[in-house]
């Protein structure tokens, strides 16, 4: 399938563009220690480093430039196109929280990887898609990913992203560096008019792309499920079920982890499947339990929530189907985001029976 990214829009360009100041971008840094380096060009670098910084085991995206021969060039002489780079943005992420391979998940299903031309909105070469790979293992990856993708026949039109060796990152003015959170107003006004996330829900509502699980050989059938209507009624109380299965919400400051400052995870109480953890976890004040990122993304969905007259962003359990709570964008750093979750759909597991209880996995987090 071949979506047409919307026209041009002069008057929208004048706005979102116009610099609130300028800085001479900067060489690449290399990752801290226990840490390393991703770098995509998705188009906006805006919108691939709000995608990214989502992503639990992502400590830092910045927005930057590579592919060209300039050193340090600026964003009006890589706008122009005449540079060669593409807006692109470097991930520095924890490898034992999220994997190469998972990181390559999320770029491919945000963007248009048919595109040659720019992404949505954003025309010309600088805005096209590509992988820069950091050594060899990168390489392999995101070449086994894109041959994937194609064989997946998700989209009609082949591939064009490219995958290239990174030769060097220049980081992008300081205006540029988490625009989606400093000017959050324009940029909502520049992503819905931009296409890109009607793009997104048209290929990936009804689909799914699994590289990382087929390619490390992890088992793809789920360990957890969503009993039948008949036992939830009996195992849940009245308040879980109202919540997890009707879209309820209990009241605030009168429920179970509201407070709860104990170290440990938070499974969702149909299913099991790991969700949150105490680690990610903050006083938000609202009488709710608040975390700024899950633990593990693939199993929170994202929903359009239009009741109550307003348009919300409800999460929802991926396997257990439970409505867990909303999804709000005045969070602390570094996501910037505030999951405002029930604890009637959660169930706690403290740090000395994660191993018991089989999420041995996540023991290494509080050690």
Not at 210 to 239: N, Q, V, W
């Amino acid at each position: 399938m071949k979506y047409m990214a919307l026209p041009l829009m002069p008057l929208l360009l004048v706005f979102l563009f116009a610099p609130l100041g300028s800085t001479s971008a900067q060489s690449e840094e290399p990752a801290s220690a226990g840490q390393a380096a991703a770098t995509f060009a998705g188009g906006c670098f805006w919108c691939v480093e709000a995608d990214f910084e989502k992503v639990a085991g992502v400590s830092e995206v910045i927005s930057g430039y590579a592919g060209g021969e300039r050193a340090n060039p600026s964003y009006e002489a890589v706008s122009s196109g005449r540079t060669r780079h593409l807006e692109a943005a470097q991930v520095i992420f924890d490898p034992a929280q999220v994997s190469y391979a998972q990181l390559l998940e999320v770029f491919w299903t945000h963007v248009d990887p048919t595109d040659s031309g720019g992404q949505f909105v954003d025309r010309g070469p600088q805005y096209r898609t590509a992988i820069f790979y950091h050594n060899e293992e990168q390489k392999e990856l995101a070449e086994k990913s894109r041959e994937a993708l194609t064989d997946s026949g998700i989209f009609d039109q082949p591939i064009v992203t490219e995958i290239s060796q990174l030769n060097a990152f220049y980081k992008g003015e300081d205006y540029h560096q988490d625009y989606y959170k400093e000017h959050s107003i324009r940029y909502r006004f520049y992503r819905y008019n931009s296409g890109r996330d009607q793009f997104l829900k048209g290929v990936w509502e009804n689909n799914e792309f699994k590289f990382s699980k087929a390619d490390s050989g992890e088992e793809t059938a789920s360990t957890y499920s969503r009993p039948d209507d008949r036992t939830l009624r009996s195992t849940l109380s009245s308040m879980q079920y109202r919540v997890t299965q009707q879209e309820g919400t209990e009241p605030a400051f009168r429920n179970e982890y509201w407070d709860n400052k104990a170290e440990g995870i938070y499974v969702d109480v149909v299913s099991g499947e790991p969700l949150f953890s105490s680690a990610d976890k903050f006083k938000s004040g609202t009488g709710w339990p608040s975390f700024t990122r899950p633990l593990e993304p693939d199993n929170v969905v994202e929903k359009a929530d239009r009741s109550l007259f307003m348009v919300r962003t409800e999460v929802r359990s991926t396997h257990g189907d439970s409505h867990l709570g909303h999804l709000f964008d005045d969070g602390p750093r570094p996501t910037g985001l505030r999951y405002c979750i029930n604890s009637a759909a959660l169930r706690f597991v403290p740090k000395e029976r994660l191993a018991v209880e089989g999420y041995d996995k996540f023991v290494d987090l509080f050690e």
